[in-house]
Every structure is written in C-alpha cells, then in structure tokens.
C-alpha cells in the first residue's frame, strides 16, 4: 500500500478518538495527524496532534503542507441538538469547515477526503421506513440542512474537480470509549452508562420513538471499507445511506433487562423529541451493500452484551 498521511479534524470527538487508533493500525502512527479545537486532556494518545479550528483555512493548509497530508477526514461538526441552540453557530462550523477542507483538497491535490454525512439528512416528508437512498430530504434542523448541503458540495467538487471525496449517513453511534456531545441519539449511550452505575435512567424521548443506530465497530468498519474501496466502485459522490439496527427506548431497555433486570427507565421528552420524530424510523443501504459490499454485525442483542461488559470494567475501574 502506497504511504497517506491522514489528518483528521474534530480528532478527539466520539468517531474521531476510535477511528483513528484504526486508522493509525493500517497506516501508521506515524502518518496520522490528529487536530481538535479542544486540547487532548485525558486523552492518552502518541499520536501527533495538533489544535485547530476548521474555520482556520490557512492553518488547516499550513498543516496539510506540514505534515505532506495526503488524506482528510473532516469529522469536525455540530451535532443536531447542539445546534438547535446556536444555530448560525452551527451553521457557520459545519459550512466553512467542510467548504475548507473540499478547498484545500481541491488545491493541494490530495488523494482522497472523508466527510460524515447524517441521518438528519431527511425530514418530516422522507418516508419513515426503509429510507431509500434518494428520496425527498427536507431536513429541518440546522444540522440536517448543513451537512445536505455539504452532500451536494462534496459532489460538486468530486464532479467539476475530480477530488475523491467520499461520505456515509451515520445513523446514532453507540460507543463506550468516548462519550458524545450534542445529538438526538445520545440517549442511546446514556441509558448503557446510567445502566451500568445507577440502575436508573430518565430518558428525553418517548418510549417508542425508533431511530436507526449502530454499534461504532460497524461505523469504523463501514468507513474504513467505504475509503478502501476502489474508486470506480463509489458511484454516490454525495453520501450512502448506512444502515444497521433500529430500535426504540423500550426497545433497548428490555434488551439492557435481560442483563440487569432492576434497571428501571422513566420518560420526559423535551426538544429533541420533534427533531427525532422528523427522522426516519429505519434506512435502507441496499446501495451501499451493491456498490462496496456493505454488511452490519452487531444485533441490538449483540451490542447491549458487549457495551454492558465493556462499561462494568470501565465503571469499576473508575472507582478504583
Ligand atoms: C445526532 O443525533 O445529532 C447524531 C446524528 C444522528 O447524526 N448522532
């Protein structure tokens, strides 16, 4: 395999502090560069990392130039709920950033760019089941807005400059390792934590809203598959849908019940239940599984055993 040097942008993030520990695994150490706005802090890595905020084109060039960075993965955003409260903010991150990194892709040449697309992506007109790949959108959150119309610019840019760009529409991620920050999923990790210490969990959305989700070893999976994929096989240039799981809070809870039986959830939706409910309720990735043989593993059975072990060494370790 030919050497890249990979920058990654929004590093320390719930994606970003998984990934790149596989990416440095098929790379590396050495050619991966992790930026975030934030300092690492209790973050152990031995990687290179350098700050950055994406709004900064000309650090974001300078570092490329560095570093000789052959690869981009922005993953650098604010997330659904997040942005609901500053939403000029969010737009202002999630635009420039990603019109940055497709700017300084174009301009240094590089060999190929990761831009994580969302299932924010549809609104309240998109069918609810089986989303198709192309279908109505109409996102109505400022996230959904922006990273739909980053969609079109990564297309854009692969069409008129010939830049690999390449994207997936993450569903929720749920992880243990590194807790998220701003999304309407997140309750789908915070029940495994207040599972696993306190056996009780208020939940801010309705028991039987259904979103679609996946274990985060099926998104790094599903990245690293789609980025080492011949180029020829892409045919979306704007971004696959991916799928993996749906479920319910009702839905995980049983599953956790199985495991803790005294576990006992209680339910006060706020804000983010209106942006769950213009979402869909399960997608379809027949596209992705033709064009680059996409496959999920993890069942909601599977990943409710493996997060409940993981988190009971990590909650006992804590308290060490
Ligand atoms: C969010 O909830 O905002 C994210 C997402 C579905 O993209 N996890």
Redesign the pocket.
Known sequence: MPTETILITGALGQIGTELSTHLADVYGKQNIILTDLRQPENFETDLTFESLNVMDAKKLGILVDKYKVTQIYHLAAV???SGEQDPLFAWQINMEGVLNVLGVGKEKNLNKIYYPS???VFGLDTPKTNTPQNTIMNPNTV?GISKLAGERWAEYYFKKYNLDVRSLR????ISYKTP?G?????YAIDIFYHAAEEKKYECFLTENTQLPMMYMPDAIRATLELMESPAENIKVRSAYNLSAISFSPKEVTKAIQTHIPNFKVSYKPDFRQAIADS?PMSIDSSVATRDWGWNFEYTLEKMTEDMLVNLKNKVDFDNI
């Open positions: 997330l659904s709920a969302t299932i924010a996230y993450y569903p929720g991620i998220p701003g999304g309407t999923t997140d979402w």
